[in-house]
């Protein structure tokens, strides 16, 4: 018979175990997972009797809290935690698929050295052995040691990681991702600091605002904090006294967001920066809303020819003139810069013509207005964001080969980088990679030892809330299972082989990581749930799922320092009008995100909000596109399947490279525009993304704009060509009076 363990043995037994100091020749902690049914259930649990425990979700970097429910030993169900003050209990798609992580077929069962880099032929190891391997090769690398690490990374592992780097002298650890890269977390917060002096991420209190300007921000999908946004939009629509705020989205190609507004324009690729400082100027010149915005705008407003602004975006000057007029005469209206901003070339003047919109307004830290995310609790650490130009710089180290070992942990950065950035060949000169991925991915092919880490739902950690919407938040993360396979926590693996090297050994004595983390959540003090002392407060963090204050500090007062007009130069683009000329706008997908989410049968198989599309990447055109070039599409009967749609396959050619993926004709985008989501085309990460659609950074450089802060991803052009194969497309639904209008405008007789 099996002997039972409970939660208390399973917690000393998991941290301590997995921290033996196996480089003194210490045997592996014996394997001791228990699945489903329990002989004798730990003492928390009945069996049919459900129980939740709280923890943080690690799908994106937004840091939501969540409740899992654990019925014999097994994570069934992800929800959001009704506690926690950022989701208020909701949670996305995304969120709630994170259980498939936990029990993936393709997970690593155990350490692993790959014989030959890119074989993916992969000899087991013991933990003793593998972590002697990573101690004599860090210990010989020294300080030409290098870290590459995600946004979703906890902070005491980010934390650990910094401490490990510094002692041994090495160069601070990067944190960059595709989805941080897209969302312009850098950008934001360098544009930020030249505005009013804060690093921070913005925030917008669209529950107390009355019109909300979207410069291309998809709040509503994968954005900072996508569950959040909801909960504001929803009360943004429902004020009190039936008072329902109004919606203007400024957008090439319909979001999930431009769907839901009041009113969408479709404006041309490039022109946001340009169409908000066109917006301040008009609010200048004709003298609209109060006395205080028309002097704030004559600060802050460069002169324009509205005309050339009106030719440039696609919009007419009445157009321009009208959202000017609202959003003057609005009491508490919000400019939100969006993620197609952050892959132009002047995105720092973009982002802050659109910021600026918001210092005319007056709601700087004011309800209704923007604000700033809350400092990190003291001794709190949050991985902040590296800039393009900080990867860049790092794969340059590795081609010159300066870096002799390269420790990666959440990011994928072989898939999330363009190819011309040449990773592939510049690991090469790395002599020892480690990835610390649970699944092999396109990054971990090229490691020479894999040392999976366990999932979120299996491990513990914190995540200070950013954007936190002005309350300090730190979200709690602790194991609501066993682990499923023989992984260790890569802070235990961390803080074991610190003890083999002096100067790391004296920068982290912690027996473990837990011991670690309860001394940093000792030092935050008394919160939202009371308590006093070390241990209750370890036990109230874990109960709640975080520490958060009691009541919302009041907002830290911000002062403009924008002393001229900010003016904003016209986007360019990279390639030819005349043999590339359609503009190329990649998006995040909502369920797949950058990619992360590929892995998971749940997201891949649920339909696209706005095509209900799954499992595939699409070329999406409008249909005056697709009908001048020839592109055809058909709804065909396949058994008692109604309405299959077989469209033609293209290549999609810009000056970097190219990608085939079928058409889909969709009237919410410009004639101009092609648009392609991100997500899909991996050639590793698990059978689920493994050789499915296209990755569509194939079709980006490797330049970067004037800052270095972001990659010019949406300064592309491209060009169409039919292959002369057809596919079906994997859509959920065909309705007649929807999407076959929009087939029919586009290929009549169909």
Not at 10 to 38: D, H, N, Q, S
Request: charged share 15%; aromatic share 8%.
């Amino acid at each position: 018979m099996t002997r039972g363990i409970t939660r208390r043995e399973f917690i000393r037994i998991g941290v301590v175990g997995a921290a033996a100091a196996v480089l003194t020749g210490c045997l592996p902690p014996r394997a001791w997972v228990v699945l489903e049914p329990y002989v004798r259930p730990p003492e928390e649990q009945l069996a049919g009797v459900a129980t939740w425990y709280a923890s943080t979700c690690r799908q994106c970097p937004a840091g939501c809290g969540i409740v899992v429910r654990i019925m014999n030993g097994r994570a069934l169900k992800i929800e959001g935690n009704p506690e926690h003050p950022l989701n208020r209990g909701k949670l996305c798609a995304r969120g709630q698929a994170g259980v498939q992580l936990l029990y993936h077929p393709d997970r690593l069962s155990g350490p692993a050295q790959q014989t030959q880099r890119g074989t993916r032929q992969f000899k087991s190891l013991s933990w003793n052995d593998a972590l002697n391997l990573l101690y004599s090769k860090l210990q010989a690398a020294g300080s030409a040691t290098a870290v590459w690490g995600d946004s979703t990374m906890s902070g005491h592992l980010a934390d650990i990681f910094a401490r490990y780097t510094k002692a041994i002298s090495a160069p601070a650890p990067i944190f960059f991702d595709l989805y941080t890269l897209f969302n312009g977390y850098s950008v934001l917060s360098k544009t930020n600091q030249q505005l009013f002096g804060s690093s921070a991420l913005p925030i917008y209190d669209l529950a107390h605002a009355d019109v909300v300007f979207s410069f291309g921000a998809d709040f509503l999908s994968a954005a900072l904090s996508q569950t959040r946004y909801g909960v504001e939009y929803g009360a943004f629509r429902s004020q009190p006294l039936g008072k329902r705020g109004f919606l203007v989205q400024l957008e090439p190609r319909m979001t999930i967001t431009g769907a839901k507004a009041d009113r969408w324009h479709a404006i041309k690729p490039g022109a946001e920066g340009l169409i908000a400082q066109a917006i301040a100027s008009i609010i200048a010149d004709q003298k609209l809303g109060s006395v205080e915005r028309q002097t704030r705008a004559q600060t802050v407003a460069a002169r324009v020819d509205v005309n050339s602004v009106a030719a440039a975006s696609g919009l007419s000057v009445d157009d321009l003139t009208n959202l000017a007029r609202i959003f003057a005469a609005a009491d508490h209206p919000i400019a939100i810069p969006g993620a197609a901003l952050n892959g132009q070339n002047n995105v720092a003047q973009a982002a802050s013509a659109v910021q600026a919109l918001n210092i005319i307004a007056g709601n700087i830290a004011q309800p209704g207005g923007m604000g700033m995310s809350a400092s990190a609790p003291a001794g709190l650490i949050k991985p902040t964001p590296s800039s393009f130009a900080d990867a860049q710089a790092l794969v340059e180290q590795m081609r010159a080969g300066r870096i002799q070992a390269l420790l990666v942990h959440g990011a994928n950065p072989a898939f999330d980088l363009p190819d011309k950035i040449g990773f592939a060949d510049a690991v090469k000169n790395v002599p020892f990679v480690v990835s610390f991925a649970p699944i092999v991915d396109e990054t971990a092919r090229y490691a020479d030892l894999i040392l999976p880490d366990r999932t979120y739902l299996e491990s513990w950690g914190y995540d200070v809330v950013a954007p936190s919407f002005g309350q300090p938040i730190v979200s709690g993360q602790q194991p609501v299972v066993t682990p499923v396979f023989d992984a260790r926590a890569t802070a235990d693996v961390m803080l074991t082989v610190a003890r083999g090297i002096p100067a790391a050994a004296r920068a982290l004595p912690y027996a473990d990581e837990v011991a670690f983390l309860k001394e940093t959540v000792a030092a935050l003090g008394s919160g939202a749930a009371g308590g006093a002392g070390a241990d209750v407060l370890w036990a109230r963090f874990q109960q709640h799922g975080g520490w958060w204050q009691s009541t919302i500090p009041a907002a830290t007062p911000l002062q403009s320092k924008i002393t001229a007009p900010i003016t904003v130069s016209s986007t360019q683009f990279q390639g030819d009008e005349k043999e590339y000329p359609y503009f190329l706008h990649l998006f995040l997908s909502d369920l797949l995100s950058d990619g992360r989410g590929a892995k998971l049968p749940w997201l891949q198989g649920s339909p696209d909000p706005m095509t209900t599309i799954a499992w595939q990447t699409w070329v999406e055109m409008h249909p005056e596109t697709a009908q001048k070039l020839g592109i055809t599409s058909a709804q065909v009967e396949v058994g008692f399947q109604r309405g299959t749609l077989i469209s033609d396959v293209v290549q999609v050619t810009s000056p970097f490279g190219a990608i085939e993926a079928p058409v889909y004709a969709h009237p919410g985008i410009r004639p101009d525009t092609i648009a392609i989501p991100i997500g899909q085309g991996h050639t590793d990460d698990g059978r689920y993304a493994r050789d499915r659609g296209a990755n569509a950074l194939r079709l980006v450089g490797a330049q970067a704009d004037a800052t270095g802060s972001s990659l010019l991803w949406a300064g592309v052009r491209v060009k169409i060509a039919r292959t002369g194969r057809q596919i079906s497309l994997a859509t959920f639904e065909f309705t007649p009076g929807v999407t076959r209008g929009f087939i029919n405008a586009a290929f009549p007789g169909q």
